[in-house]
Each structure stands twice: as C-alpha cells, then as structure tokens.
C-alpha cells in the first residue's frame, strides 16, 4: 500500500523555501538561465507562504472516475515562493487517489523544466507504485524536461502535443571559483575542517580539481539512478538511452521516434484512452472473476 507523506507540525514555509534551492538540479539549462537572469533584474513574482491542509484539494475527479493532477513549473521538494510544484504534494495526490475508491486512474499533465534532484526520485518512485494498482496517463503540455520526464517516465502511457519538447534528461551543478575576484579584493578566505572536500566550494575559496572531481562524481551517481529509471519505465536499450543523453530536448514526433514518449495527441485523445483502458480492465476484472465462479460452482458440484 501507497504510505502518505505528512508535513510535519513544525514545517516553515520560509525556512522551507529557502532550502528548496541549493543541491543538485534536473532541469532544462536554458530555462534555469533565463529564472536567473529574471530572478536578478527583480521579474519573478513571489508568492505568499502556504502550508497546505489536509482540508486541500490535492486532485479533481471527473465523472468517469479520472483524477487530474497538474505538474507545473519547476519542481522543488516542499513550497517555493517563486511557484512551481510541490513533489511532496504530487506525492499526496497520488497516495490519497490510489486509496480512493471514486479514482479509477489519473491523468497527469505535465508542462515543467525539471527541478531539484531533491524529491524526484521518490516522486517517481511513487507514479510507478500508483500505476500498479491503477491507469496513470501522462499529458505533456508545451515542455516535459529533466526531473519531470523522470518523473513522467514511469507511467503506463507518455503523450505529448506536437509542439511539446522532451528530454533534457541528465543531472547539472553549477560551482563558481571567486577565489580570484577576492584576491583582486584583497581578501584571503581560509577553511578550517576536517577533511579535504569538507569546505570545498565556499565563497572566496580556490575551486582545485579534485573539488570538481568529486562534485562530478554526485551528478554521474544520480545520473545513473535517472536514467536506470527511464529505461525501465519506457522500455528503452541501453543503445536508445545512449542517443537520448545528450542533454538536448526534441519535439513531441521526434521524441517518440526516440522511444521516449509513446504518442503524439492532445489531451482529450490521452484521456479518452484513459477511460478506455479503465474500462478495458474493468471487463477483465469481471470476466475473470465470473471465471473464479464457474470454477469454484462446478468444483462443489463435481
């Protein structure tokens, strides 16, 4: 069984947002640029703190039993005031969807550049578990990049509308070496610590090679953990992972020559086959239980 993730009493939505951001990212270059360059000429818009409720609406059900959840924006593990999605609340949805009796699947629609390798996994891992007990029908909308194709991957089905890129999949971490702009300062910064990659990267400090050594070390192991996860929820050789690594994105008909979606349509062609897949299994659940039946009346009768 699915096991809910509970914010905790004590959760900061400020203290919250602000760890949010340092780590590892899967997320489209491109973009993660342009929120930077908005981020400093003062653009982005800040929303207010939020601890959602368990009062909440975490998905919507439509009258065929379908439960739609959106992944919008980058992904962070936990609220960020500059919007997004939440993992931890995709999370929720899933786990109080698989439980409802009402949801007979779910679509998700996705239109995301990545995010925080933070939380990722474990939101994949979660889809996958969904998809087990229940139809879960990805819809990508415009761009399904880095840590929400990851995400999206492990689904029963993967479409996306013709203008939708895909891809991206791969792991980033950004390091600046200020140590120069500080000499020119004439400020020496000295670390105190107890072993030689305990400190690396701080402000002011010489970023050596084995810094970055180690620091590529992190990504290539999470790397291997993202791509072990798309080929295993799309099916793919290791011949098509190899052609897929480039860290490129591709357009929806491209993608899916790739292997990494399995459809080209728009939402409501996704959701009609949802429905039918529901109700594909449906009938397959009653015949064979009427098959139990049989079996069972004429095993007392023999």
């Known amino acids: 069984m699915l096991k809910e993730r509970l914010i905790p009493i004590s959760w900061n939505p400020t203290a919250d947002c602000a760890s949010q951001h340092f780590g590892l990212w899967c997320i489209e270059p491109r973009w993660i640029s342009d929120a930077v360059a908005a981020l400093r000429a003062g653009m982005c818009v800040v929303f207010p ?3 959602e409720s368990s009062n909440d609406a975490f998905y919507s059900t439509t009258p ?3 439960a739609l959840v959106r992944i919008s ?3 962070m593990k936990g609220f960020s005031k ?4 939440n993992s931890i609340m995709v999370r929720r949805a899933l786990t109080l969807a698989a439980n409802d009796p009402a949801v007979n699947g779910m679509m998700m629609v996705i239109d995301s550049p990545g995010g925080t390798v933070a939380g990722t996994d474990d939101a994949a891992k979660t889809v996958r578990m969904f998809a087990q007990r229940k139809p879960l029908y990805v819809q990508a909308e415009d761009l399904m990049a880095s840590a929400a194709y990851w995400i999206g991957s492990q689904a029963d089905y993967v479409a996306a509308t013709q203008t939708t890129e895909v891809g991206s999949i791969g792991v980033m971490a950004v390091v600046y070496d200020t ?5 020119k300062e004439g400020i020496k910064v000295h670390v105190m610590a107890t ?11 010489e970023v050596l090679p084995k810094h970055l050594e180690a620091m590529q070390q992190r990504v290539d192991d999470v790397d291997r953990f993202f791509k072990g996860a798309v080929m295993a929820g799309m099916g793919l050789s290791q011949e098509q992972m190899a052609a897929a690594s480039s860290g490129d994105v591709w ?3 491209r993608a899916k020559s790739m292997g990494l979606i399995d459809a080209v349509q728009d939402f409501g062609a996704t959701y009609h086959a949802l429905v039918d897949e529901v109700n594909r299994r449906k009938d397959a659940d009653a015949n064979a239980t009427q098959r139990r039946l049989r079996l069972a009346v004429a095993k007392n009768t023999a």
């Open 64 to 66: 065929d039993g379908i």
């Open 179 to 183: 140590s120069g702009m500080y000499a």
């Open 251 to 253: 357009i929806a008909e």
């Open 82 to 85: 500059f919007g997004g999605t």
């Open 49 to 51: 703190a939020k601890a």
């Open 195 to 205: 072993g030689e990659q305990k400190g690396a990267g701080v402000d002011g400090t």
């Open 73 to 75: 924006g980058q992904i």
